[in-house]
T-cell receptor, first 110, second 114 residues
Framework: GESVGLHLPTLSVQEGDNSIINCAYS??????FIWYKQESGKGPQFIID?????DKRQGQRVTVLLNKTVKHLSLQIAATQPGDSAVYFC?????????FGKGTSLLVTP | DSGVTQTPKHLITATGQRVTLRCSPR?????VYWYQQSLDQGLQFLIQ???????AKGNILERFSAQQFPDLHSELNLSSLELGDSALYFC?????????????FGSGTQLSVL
């Protein structure tokens, strides 16, 4: 029979290339956004966050861009490495908890 | 290591049973959140406690309950278990009450209901 599961969007990139993972959020009143990385068998791990009064924030090899006009968030990873292979989640503050997107699977190939 | 500890890591039980999942937040964190991660629903917020008091509820079933103790550890109780309750349950903690701050997640408890 047909299997039921969460079919994550998958992004496949070559090692050394830059990766861009996109996320559409739903609540125009959200003032805080955050990206998490989840490796197999582990809990979500914080990558970077951004508040709504900013358009861009940079971390180590990562940049988050926020476009409030179209309610879009992106995560850019520079010089992607095999260790970056994971599922990436964006989350927005709903006022009572963080609400997570479905996630994107990033696969880094040598 | 996030500093959030969850036990047990794996739990296998039968339908109709009751289980308790335990979480110790990061040292100094007062808020504890419980999330359920399943294949078809992604990460779903269940409930939040702050300094011993329930503060917010999400998609938590009536068969599920939680509490936070004076030492700030939290337990999630799941009763009358059904096959569909099989999932990964995460606990996360944060320093304060505000929801617009980063959460630190534990490694999760994998619950299998057979």
């Amino acid at each position: 029979g047909e299997s039921v599961g969460l079919h994550l969007p998958t992004l496949s990139v070559q090692e050394g290339d830059n990766s861009i993972i996109n996320c559409a959020y739903s609540n125009s009143a959200s003032d805080y956004f955050i990206w998490y990385k989840q490796e197999s068998g582990k809990g979500p791990q914080f990558i970077i966050d951004i508040r709504s009064n900013m358009d861009k924030r940079q971390g180590q090899r990562v940049t988050v861009l926020l476009n409030k006009t179209v309610k879009h968030l992106s995560l850019q990873i520079a010089a992607t490495q095999p260790g970056d292979s994971a599922v990436y989640f964006c989350a927005e503050d709903y006022g009572y908890a963080l609400n997570f997107g479905k996630g994107t699977s990033l696969l880094v190939t040598p | 290591d996030s500093g959030v500890t969850q036990t047990p890591k794996h739990l296998i039980t039968a339908t109709g049973q009751r289980v308790t999942l335990r979480c110790s937040p990061r040292s100094g964190d007062l808020s504890v959140y419980w999330y359920q991660q399943s294949l078809d629903q992604g990460l779903q917020f269940l409930i939040q406690y702050y300094n011993g008091e329930e503060r917010a509820k999400g998609n938590i079933l009536e068969r599920f309950s939680a509490q936070q103790f004076p030492d700030l550890h939290s337990e999630l109780n799941l009763s009358s278990l059904e096959l569909g309750d099989s999932a990964l349950y995460f606990c996360a903690s944060s320093a304060g009450l505000a929801t617009n701050e980063k959460l630190f997640f534990g490694s999760g408890t994998q619950l299998s209901v057979l």
